[in-house]
């Protein structure tokens, strides 16, 4: 069977692995920043924030094919392992069946009542015989377990092949849905180009606060907890990247996985799975460190770090910031 390893990932591929585009969707009256009666500049903020949330439901899309096809990667190169040994198992019982077979002719080749009339030495040809029998009852044994370990091993290889096929569909889905990703992206960003400077500023703007808010008295649920909520807020200011888990860049669920990291603590990657690992909490008593997952399907994550504010990687062109815990409507708060 040939290899079926996967090609080491480059460009694109290299962040996007399993990544989720966690976009931040705000309604531009909550912003605060577009003047009354901007209709056109209200109607393309509106069309880019569409955009990415179009692209941030096909990345979960493209996440769960990801998953799933390194899943089924790791399960094929497990099988061709068994498969392997279990060959090796094969050749190394056709081999002692082969030597019990040439032990039995050598022992005896002719029919048993011509033998014994023919042996000067009856007691002795008796020996032999049961030495004949044994022998026999040795072979058919071993003859049904090679038989056994050969019906195995084809079961084996058409529950690989089987495997393999759905590895290469899975491929092929990770790549439709990437696509989907970067053309829905590249549609926003160019309508963010397309827009007035002060309009694209406003857009892009670091933080809608524009400081670092007082965070005194704020007390994390745990040490781990401590050292994740150090790493978010030491990431504020590096920018949103698609697909990527730090440190240099983060997406949604790149930035509360990598702070974990930092704490010795194991997250999945995507929001989604995020908001289930862990013991949920009410959002009233959320403490810094804890996962604030968002909308109903729990496509954007932050990070809580106390006095009703969190650390999150919003969208594509901005950067790693703080803002109101409420921003959007919270899906579930969990404490890992």
């Known amino acids: 069977m040939g290899s079926h390893r996967r090609p080491a990932p480059s460009g694109f591929d290299r962040g996007a692995r399993g990544a989720t585009l966690c976009v931040l969707t705000v309604a531009a009256a909550a912003l605060g920043v577009l003047p009354a009666g901007a209709a056109p500049q209200d109607d393309n903020r509106a069309e880019v924030d569409r955009l990415y949330e179009e692209a941030e439901h096909a990345t979960e899309s493209y996440n769960k ?4 096809a390194d899943l089924l990667h790791d ?6 392992d068994r498969i392997a040994r279990q060959q090796d198992r094969i050749n190394t019982m056709r081999d002692a069946l082969g030597s019990l077979a040439g032990a039995q002719y050598r022992s005896g080749g002719l029919d048993p ?12 040809y008796l020996d032999k015989a049961a030495a004949i029998d044994r022998i026999g009852a040795r072979q058919a044994g071993e003859l049904r377990k090679l038989q056994t370990a050969m019906r195995d091993l084809a079961q084996e290889r058409a529950e690989t092949t089987s495997k393999l096929d759905e590895l290469d569909r899975s491929r092929e889905a990770v790549a439709r849905h990437k696509r989907t990703v ?6 926003a960003r160019q309508l963010l180009n397309s827009m007035p400077d002060a309009d694209r ?18 007390v994390p649920s745990s040490g781990r907890a401590a050292s994740a909520v150090a790493a978010a807020r030491s990431a504020v200011g590096r920018p949103y990247i ?6 240099s860049g983060f997406d949604c669920s790149g930035l509360t996985q990598w702070s974990y990291a930092q704490a010795g603590v194991g997250l999945p990657r995507t929001s ?14 959320a403490q810094p460190g804890d996962i604030v997952t968002y909308r109903d399907d729990a496509s954007h994550v932050g990070m809580y770090v106390g006095n009703g ?8 062109g901005a950067a790693v910031r703080y803002d109101p815990v409420g921003m959007m409507p919270v899906s579930a708060v969990t404490r890992p």
């Open 65 to 68: 094919a990801d998953e799933r």
């Open 75 to 80: 399960e094929v190169d497990r099988a061709q």
């Open 113 to 124: 009542s011509l033998a014994l009339m023919f042996s000067d030495d009856p007691d002795e």
């Open 182 to 187: 970067e053309r829905k992206l590249s549609k």
């Open 201 to 218: 500023a406003a857009y892009d703007r670091t933080s809608r606060s524009g400081r670092t808010p007082d965070l005194t008295g704020a």
């Open 242 to 247: 698609w697909g990527a888990n730090g440190p």
């Open 272 to 285: 989604q799975a995020q908001a289930h690992a862990g013991r949920q909490v009410p959002l009233s008593q």
């Open 309 to 316: 504010q969190v650390v999150h990687a919003p969208y594509p």
